[in-house]
Each structure stands twice: as structure tokens, then as C-alpha cells.
């Protein structure tokens, strides 16, 4: 018998927003009938720039700069129809990223 299972990858730069988009998503996956799994927030990626602030090269002077990717998790089973429709056609806010994966699980009975 195989089980279809769906893994969403949410990412944003605001965690608030991503919240937002996140819940709405499963309020979405639940209407449809799936069921839920998460969300699970993963390791936030922080990338770290220096810039020189004068255009001499031996200035010590410099500003850092740091952007924080904030990532969650969901996984979503029990998947029909009516929920790849409905995540096709969900519109979440601007600045949150997700992708999408269909995964085949087999179990031997």
C-alpha cells in the first residue's frame, strides 16, 4: 500500500509573517481533510557582511551587516486532491518562500 506525503519548506527574513503564513497553511491543509504534522522550526541561517565605510583599502573602519533566514517545517499526509488544489491556489504574504515536495512512503503490511 503506498501513502502519499507532502513536505512544505517555509522560508522567510520577518518570523512574524512566517508564523502567519505557516498557520494559514495548515488551516488550509485541515479544511481539505489532511492531516498535519509540525510545525517544526529549523536552524535560522545567519549570513553576516562587512562593508568598508571609506574607500581607503587600510581603514579600519567598517559596518556589519546580518540577515537571519527564519525556516520551518511541515509535513502534511493523508494527501488528496482537494489539498494539492487548495496549496496550489494559496496565497500567503509577500516575503515567505515555500517549496513543495510529494513524497511516496510504501508500507509492508
Known amino acids: 500500500m503506498t501513502n502519499t506525503k507532502m513536505r512544505v519548506k517555509a522560508f522567510s527574513f520577518d518570523h512574524k509573517v512566517l508564523e502567519e503564513a505557516v498557520k494559514k497553511l495548515i488551516q488550509v491543509v ?13 536552524k535560522t541561517k545567519k549570513r553576516r557582511f562587512s562593508i568598508r565605510r571609506s574607500t581607503n583599502v587600510h581603514s579600519k573602519h567598517a559596518d556589519t551587516i546580518e540577515s537571519r533566514e527564519h525556516r520551518r517545517l511541515i509535513d502534511i499526509y493523508d494527501v488528496n486532491a482537494e489539498v494539492v488544489n ?3 491556489t494559496l496565497t500567503l504574504p509577500a516575503g515567505v518562500d515555500i517549496i513543495i515536495q510529494t513524497l511516496n512512503t510504501e508500507s509492508v503490511k
Do not use: E, Y
Not at 485541515?30 to 529549523?42: D, E, H, T, Y
Open 30 to 42: 485541515l479544511k481539505s481533510g489532511g492531516k498535519v504534522v509540525g510545525p517544526i522550526p529549523l
Open 86 to 88: 487548495n496549496l496550489s
